[in-house]
């Protein structure tokens, strides 16, 4: 069991599909590359149910994260396919469609630890369009990132008759060594 964290690497992200039951289907994981940082806080207020003069009774309130995710640069292709973007010109130039919705898209990502990575995804992601900055170049060269922020929400999953929000593999996890491959889900295989 690793003891600390200290990297972060291997963004991808998937497009998802939400069909009318509420579950999802992704399409092949695309890199992410550029990883800076990833912070992600948990969103939702506990329910709090007094009785007997005490606390009762604790119910989660569980909606999912919001933070962000910093890149050295966002890739055209997770505009076009996640955020509404469009190059259909014959010029080839990337329009922001002012009238797109964002697309859901899971969110693939590891840390290093002391050990081996611990490899994660978030199954429903949405992401707002990144701010727009830069300067000029002085006596030395400052590298400016770009910033998605994100709202991660959980997905239904039919074969766990659940929601969930993530998942964590670890070394010794089945899917480990695939994790790239396709956007793993419980009780789902590549012969489903």
């Known amino acids: ?8 690497k291997n963004c991808h992200y998937a497009k998802a599909t939400i069909k009318e039951d509420g579950t999802a289907t992704y399409g092949s994981p695309k890199r992410l590359p550029g990883a800076v940082s990833i912070t992600l806080d948990p969103s939702g207020d ?11 009774f604790t119910a989660p309130g569980s ?17 076009e396919d996640c955020m509404g973007a469009d190059t259909t010109t014959e010029e080839g130039v990337l329009l922001e469609d002012a009238d797109a919705v964002a697309s859901p898209f899971a969110l693939m990502f590891e840390f290093t ?12 992601v949405t992401a707002t369009r990144p701010s727009i900055a830069g300067q000029t ?6 590298v400016k990132t770009e910033t998605l922020n994100l709202t991660a929400g959980s997905i239904y999953n039919k074969a ?28 789902e295989s590549a012969e489903d």
């Open 1 to 8: 069991m690793p003891k600390v964290k200290f990297g972060l």
């Open 46 to 56: 506990a329910s709090v149910f007094n009785a007997d003069d005490i606390v009762y």
């Open 63 to 79: 909606t999912g994260y919001t933070g962000s995710l910093e890149l050295a640069l966002i890739p055209d292709s997770f505009l």
């Open 113 to 124: 630890t002391d050990e081996k990575a611990q490899k994660h995804v978030m199954y429903n």
């Open 137 to 142: 170049k002085g006596q030395t060269t400052e």
């Open 160 to 187: 766990a008759d659940k929601n969930f929000v993530k998942a964590k593999a670890t070394a010794a996890s089945a899917p480990y060594s695939k994790w790239y491959e396709e956007v793993w889900q419980p009780g």
